[in-house]
């Protein structure tokens, strides 16, 4: 079983002491040992990934930690700050490839209280780790409209606003009244919609901030006309992308054309290096058949992004965030990386 450290300090077993014990030898050894009893979320040593990312690969990072508190939250950048140990967020994994090696320092998901969803006059609150089909089922039962967009979208509302996920002429980042933001030397910073920027699947939040909360400015609509529209989208989502296999949403963001028209006219749909396939449905996605290693959707993407460059000239740029180290040369992917 897992180890699952609570500040209660429960019990572990056999195999939790096996993971525990394997911190002793890498450099987040310190960082376990100051948050072990003293957070009320959970400490995972070496968790593998592919059990939280939506494509279902990735190696294990050194610790995972479920922040379930803001001062679960604090404590642990601070005590990554101050042992100079690498940290990363996670929220339903959707948009990142995590290399097979892992990450090697402190992956942290929001918890318990940045999950909950609060009805207010303007609309609906959400903390940041909120999912985002869940949000949009709130905003149902409450007959608000604004979000029927979303759905299927996944991912959680922090990476939502933070790359301003949208689709159909929608986007997150229009709903957007207000966001809190947790930054660097630990404060919390309250931004108005006239603070924020939003752009293609882009957003004026540094890379260093951690969305924990919103407000999306949403209004009463008639429930039959909202789920309708729902159902319409929904519906289109099934018909035209892949649903049966893994993957990671769209792999590339649209330049003046749509970026799957590029990759099909290029000759790509259907192209696959192991079990990484382009998807023959849609072109941006690249999904997981079987049992696809990180790297050999890595050198996917960076196969399609230079054919595409070799014939229409364009060069595509990722949607996708790359966690991580690979083998092949991260200079022909045109993304950044984190780890």
Not at 49 to 72: F, N
Not at 117 to 127: E, F, H, M, S, T
Not at 296 to 313: A, K, P, T, Y
Request: some cysteine; hydrophobic content about 35%.
């Amino acid at each position: 079983m897992d180890v699952r450290a609570r500040a209660a300090g429960g019990a572990r077993g056999g195999r939790g002491r096996q993971r525990g014990d394997a911190l002793k030898a890498n450099p987040t050894s310190r960082a376990y040992t100051r948050l072990y009893g003293n957070i009320s979320g959970l400490l995972l040593p070496n968790e593998p990934l592919s059990r939280y990312t939506t494509l279902r690969v990735g190696g294990p990072a050194k610790l995972l930690v479920v922040a379930d508190t803001l001062h679960d939250l604090s404590l642990t950048l601070d005590v990554c700050a101050s042992e100079g140990v690498a940290w990363s967020i996670i929220g339903k994994g959707s948009n990142i490839l995590v290399s097979d090696e892992g990450f090697d320092g402190v992956m942290i998901q929001l918890g318990a209280d940045f999950r909950k969803i609060k009805r207010v006059p303007d609309g609906l609150q959400a903390g940041g780790g909120v999912a985002l089909p869940v949000l949009v089922q709130a905003a149902v039962r409450e007959e608000l409209r604004g979000l029927a967009f979303a759905v299927g979208i996944p991912g959680t509302i922090g990476g939502a606003i933070a790359g301003n996920a949208g689709a159909y002429g929608s986007a997150v980042g229009d709903l957007i009244g207000s966001v809190t933001l947790y930054g660097p030397y630990g404060k919390l910073r309250h931004c108005n919609r006239s603070e924020l920027r939003f752009g293609y699947r882009s957003s004026s939040t540094g890379t260093d901030d951690i969305i924990v909360e919103a407000l999306f400015q949403l209004h009463p609509g008639d429930p039959a006309e909202i789920r309708g529209e729902m159902e319409r989208h929904f519906k289109k989502r099934k018909t035209t992308q892949p649903t049966g296999f893994p993957s990671a949403g769209s792999v590339f963001k649209n330049p003046d054309r749509p970026a799957g028209l590029l990759i099909e006219q290029a000759g790509l749909k259907g192209a696959s290096i192991g079990d990484a396939r382009v998807s023959e449905r849609h072109a941006n996605f690249i999904i997981n058949t079987g049992n696809a290693r990180a790297e050999e959707i890595f050198s996917l993407i960076r196969m399609v992004r230079q054919r595409v460059e070799e014939v229409h000239g364009v060069q595509l740029e990722p949607e996708i965030r790359m966690i991580g180290s690979f083998e092949t040369d991260r200079s022909d992917v045109g993304t950044s990386f984190s780890g």
